[in-house]
């Protein structure tokens, strides 16, 4: 995948595939390691959506050895966002080649959490949430998710069936293409009806068991399958 640095000068150059221009989305992610891994999977694997612009991904912050709680991620991205629409604004974008920036972060008992979500909904950043974090997602992909884990992360972690007793248990914090492959439809039906499961008016970051990482995969990365 490449780096955001590589394509961040891109925006007055057209980035083409097949004579099309992509639209750019930079991904702030709060672990090095996860969601990552992740995203590379579906770089490579993605099924993207019929009929939508092209997507090149852009993990902003792969190197960063810090600024990755909630609050850092959001307002990082709200200065990459006003570079961006800056350039887009020179290179008179039309609307559906503007980029997208994206906060991918979890619960985890952060502090704050609240407030980084309202601070990116205003200023534009997507963010995709997970509660109590983002093993919720994978554990969307084998089996429906109910109850809550009271904010404990590795309540979800130890329900991953690849845990015990095998190679993967040894990188535990990977996710590997043989763990998600083929399963995306399985996990966002389930993520669906877990988040159905809370009453309307509790706020986002309240809601445990949560993730609306399937959102974020449609939306921003126009990919409906993998």
């Excluded at 570079?83 to 039309?94: I, N, S």
Aim: hydrophobic content about 35%; proline content about 5%.
């Amino acid at each position: 995948m490449g780096r955001a640095q590589r394509g961040r000068d891109s925006w007055e150059r057209p980035a083409r595939r097949g004579g099309q221009r992509k639209r750019q989305v930079f991904i702030f992610t709060e672990g090095k390691v996860t969601e990552p891994s992740y995203l590379d999977i579906l770089k490579d694997q993605g099924v993207p959506l019929a009929d939508e612009v092209p997507v090149e991904m852009h993990i902003a912050n792969r190197k960063a050895d810090s600024g990755r709680k909630p609050l850092d991620l959001v307002e990082q991205a709200i200065r990459l966002k006003r570079e961006e629409d800056r350039k887009a604004k020179r290179a008179k974008l039309e609307t559906k080649y503007l980029s997208q920036v994206w906060c991918l972060f979890d619960h985890d008992n952060y502090t704050y959490v609240r407030d980084a979500l309202d601070q990116a909904k205003a200023a534009g950043i997507g963010v995709a949430f997970s509660h109590p974090c983002f093993e919720v997602w994978r554990l969307a992909h084998y089996k429906p998710v109910s109850g809550s884990f009271a904010g404990v992360c590795g309540g979800a972690a130890d329900r991953l069936p690849f845990q015990r007793g095998s190679q993967d248990a040894k990188t535990p914090k990977v996710v590997l293409p043989h763990q998600i492959l083929g399963r995306y439809k399985t996990a966002r039906n389930n993520a669906e009806r877990m988040n159905g499961q809370h009453a309307a008016h509790v706020g986002k970051w309240d809601r445990d068991p949560y993730t609306d990482v399937h959102a974020f995969v449609e939306k921003a990365l126009h990919i409906d399958n993998y």
